[in-house]
């Protein structure tokens, strides 16, 4: 990516992005977010998401489109981390959801190529988040799974996803902090 757009990545980098996602009340399967917003922020109460939006950094909107709907704005997330200190890479990481959001965020509520902006609240460069698909489908592997196989990915330097498959799945994830970050 830095080598086909330089300036895109200068400005991510610098300026960061912020998410927006129109959520139901109640969650959609139909939807690529899927949880609606009372699953997501665990309450019922309309008082209690907002203390939790608040503590995020989060703006938001109730009611956005259709009674019951919350239409969050993230706080600017970095879209660049560096992956410095002993035992990481040394390197920069892409590290966030653009392509995903961009991509794949399309329902009643959400369209992708709106669901992903700037922290300056510029629109995102289409050209440079196709091109990260192409890039991303360029070095994906595929891992052939096998009954008792345990993957373990550090989400600071590595992408990861799953494609469509048949079967029963079972996903046990434990998520630990690095204290350096």
Known sequence: MTEKH???MREIEREGVRYIRVMS???DPSSAIGR???STYQTDDRVVA???LREQGCTWE???LAPGNLRTVTAILPAVRDDYGEGRTQTKAFFNSMVAAYTGWNDSRNRGEEAVILGNGARCNAEAIDDAV???N???VAIPWERGD????DNRTVMHARRFFSGDRRILASLIRDPTH
Not at 150 to 153: A, E
């Open 50 to 52: 907002e203390e939790k």
């Open 6 to 8: 330089p300036e895109f």
């Open 138 to 140: 360029d070095v994906c």
């Open 62 to 64: 109730w009611d956005y």
């Open 36 to 38: 609606g917003w009372r």
């Open 25 to 27: 009340e109640e969650d």
């Open 150 to 153: 345990v993957l373990l990915v």
């Open 134 to 136: 192409c890039i991303m």
